[in-house]
């Protein structure tokens, strides 16, 4: 069949494969495997690691994720056939090189960072949502408690006029006394005028006049 493999990194590597008529229709299957071995494991498609699946109309295919340093077999076919011994190729990584070094540490550290600060978003949405109800609480507390405030005050207010109120139907009892013990008061200097006047001279009346001669008459006449 021809196949390839270019371009190879301690973790990448190019396979090329010349295109088949009958799988026109259809895709390529590249399957592969590292350590090796043609006598324990045959050509069968579960004794291999990985597989990729890619459109028919494509014929190269770049391989990431090797390990380096590790010998490969790698196998083309149409579909998900088993490979054959001509649609196979064997091909050693190499060592690691420092871009790729530095780029996967660099990936790792984007993941870790990202993953903490998901992390720490959580926990800060929780803390808010945790001071939000917490404020929600109190702020009730505080409502209900003015509206306890406001109804003793309005319930000491309404005793007040209450209070005022019986007050002032209570107070005519008193005038009426006074004004009793007023009359009484000027009945007695009434009834002492007459007292003082004792000595004052008494004008006769017509009364008078008449039974005084009638008792005169009699003294005579006897």
């Not at 014929?59 to 490979?83: D, K, M, R, W």
């Not at 207010?157 to 009892?173: G, L, M, Y």
Request: charged letters at 20%; hydrophobic letters at 35%.
């Amino acid at each position: 069949m021809g196949v390839t493999v270019q371009n190879i990194t301690g973790s990448t590597a190019r396979v090329i494969w010349p295109k088949m008529a009958s799988c026109a229709d259809s895709f390529y299957s590249i399957m592969y495997h590292p350590n090796w071995n043609s006598v324990l494991s045959g050509y069968s498609r579960k004794s291999f690691q990985k597989e990729e699946r890619v459109p028919a109309s494509r014929s190269s295919f770049v391989i990431e994720n090797l390990t380096p340093l590790t010998t490969y077999i790698l196998c083309v076919t149409c579909q998900s056939a088993n490979p054959s011994s001509d649609q196979c190729k064997i091909f050693h990584t190499l060592k690691q090189d420092a871009t790729s070094a530095s780029n996967k540490k660099k990936d790792l550290a984007l993941g870790i960072w990202l993953t903490s600060s998901i992390l720490l978003l959580i926990i800060a949405g929780i803390f808010l949502y945790g001071c939000l109800h917490m404020w929600c609480r109190k702020r009730q507390a505080r409502l209900e408690e003015h509206n306890r405030n406001s109804e003793q005050e309005k319930g000491k207010v309404w005793s007040k006029n209450k209070f005022h109120t019986s007050e002032k139907f209570n107070r005519p009892s008193q005038p009426l006394q006074e004004d009793e013990n007023a009359d009484c008061v000027q009945l007695a200097t009434v009834s002492e005028n007459p007292l003082t006047c004792k000595d004052l001279p008494v004008m006769p009346t017509s009364t008078s006049q008449e039974l005084v001669p009638t008792s005169v008459q009699t003294t005579t006449i006897n």
